[in-house]
């Protein structure tokens, strides 16, 4: 069935305008860090429904919507987590790191302790469908999954940042555990784990540099 046009507009701004908002919004954005200390303080349900909500408004292939958030704040399930994904990183700390990552992860003091996992009031996991359930009992692919889910991971990290939360982009590997604890289906596969709240009151990040624009633009050819 062909989907209804409608019209499309947006609320024209002076380039001026427009330039102030774009720098308004890299200024915030240069802000955003990936946090390791979480502290304890609630965050209330509603706000991260809403976060959810922004990160769902995300472009998909063939508007399917490949993806399906997940939020924790049972104290018992984020320790079911915690202990999982411990697990699974001290294995890879262990034996499927190669020399070279291991060297790469060095400057940045992480190990296979993950206390953030029971500490963070919320782990918001997202999974990937990869494909879907038509009424027929058959499977119909989802088309460029991973590329969607993606981008509905970045709105939602960009979402929360700019709602005042912290978050980081945990990826113990595998995750297969996150979809046994979380009972979903066989047909989705865990993409994300994302802590979300507020840093500790002591918070410390590393100091880090992104590479010049120049070095990641270009224009035309």
């Not at 399930?77 to 001290?90: C, F, L």
């Not at 945990?170 to 994300?192: A, D, G, Q």
Request: hydrophobic share 40%; charged share 25%; with cysteine.
């Amino acid at each position: 069935m062909a989907y209804v046009p409608v019209p499309y507009a947006l609320p024209r701004r002076t380039e001026a305008e427009m330039l102030e908002a774009a720098a308004g919004l890299l200024a915030r954005m240069r802000t955003r860090r990936s946090c390791r200390a979480f502290s304890d303080e609630p965050v209330p349900r509603e706000l991260i429904e809403c976060l959810v909500a922004a990160a769902h408004t995300s472009p998909s292939g063939a508007n399917r919507q490949p993806w399906q958030f997940v939020a924790v704040d049972d104290l018992a399930i984020k320790h079911e987590i915690r202990v999982a994904a411990e697990a699974e990183e001290r294995e890879s700390y262990a034996r499927r790191m190669p020399p070279a990552w291991l060297a790469a992860l060095e400057p940045l003091g992480t190990d296979a302790h993950k206390p953030f996992l029971d500490v963070a009031p919320w782990l918001v996991i997202i999974f990937q469908r990869t494909w879907e359930y038509a009424d027929s009992g058959e499977r119909t692919p989802n088309y460029y999954p991973v590329e969607s889910v993606g981008l509905a991971a970045g709105m939602f990290l960009t979402a929360c940042h700019l709602a005042g939360l912290a978050t980081l982009t945990h990826t113990p590997s595998p995750m297969k555990f996150l979809r046994e604890i979380l009972r979903r289906p066989e047909n989705e596969k865990p993409y994300l784990l994302i802590p979300v709240g507020y840093p500790a009151r002591d918070c410390m990040v590393p100091q880090i540099d992104k590479k010049p624009l120049r070095d990641v633009l270009q224009w035309n050819r």
